[in-house]
Nanobody
Framework: QVQLVESGGGLVQAGGSLRLSCVASGFTFSSYCMGWFRQAPGMEREFVSG????????TYQDSVKGRFTISRDGDKNTVYLQMNSLKPEDTAIYYC??????????????????WGQGTQVTVSS
């Protein structure tokens, strides 16, 4: 059974940092691209960042480029999202997702087969 478990969310002041983790189980971790998405209240879920099978390729939403860094550790079956210089508009529930089917689909939330339960990130001004 595939499981994705996120952690690391919390309340932080603007300008602060958080590191989200997503531990994967139930599948061969290196076989899948991974993505981070977020959903703010009243908003649609949006793509934040994606990483290829072995981490050789990454991509980011424009609004987080230069502030967020995605990475993965195959030994720990974990994907991370390091978030620096956080802004109030980054407030959302952050979700980890696995297996969009292809790297070219990594930004497409509708293509992912597996999702975590989400972790809340709140940035105060």
């Amino acid at each position: 059974q595939v499981q994705l478990v996120e952690s690391g969310g919390g309340l932080v002041q603007a300008g602060g940092s958080l590191r989200l983790s997503c531990v994967a189980s139930g599948f061969t971790f290196s076989s899948y691209c991974m993505g981070w998405f977020r959903q703010a209240p009243g908003m649609e879920r949006e793509f934040v960042s994606g990483i290829s099978w072995f981490g050789g390729r990454t991509t980011y939403q424009d609004s987080v480029k230069g502030r967020f860094t995605i990475s993965r550790d195959g030994d720990k079956n974990t994907v991370y999202l390091q978030m620096n210089s956080l802004k109030p508009e980054d407030t959302a529930i952050y979700y980890c997702a696995a297996d969009p089917g292809a790297w070219t689909l990594v930004t497409r939330s509708d293509k992912y087969n597996y999702w975590g339960q989400g972790t809340q990130v709140t940035v105060s001004s």
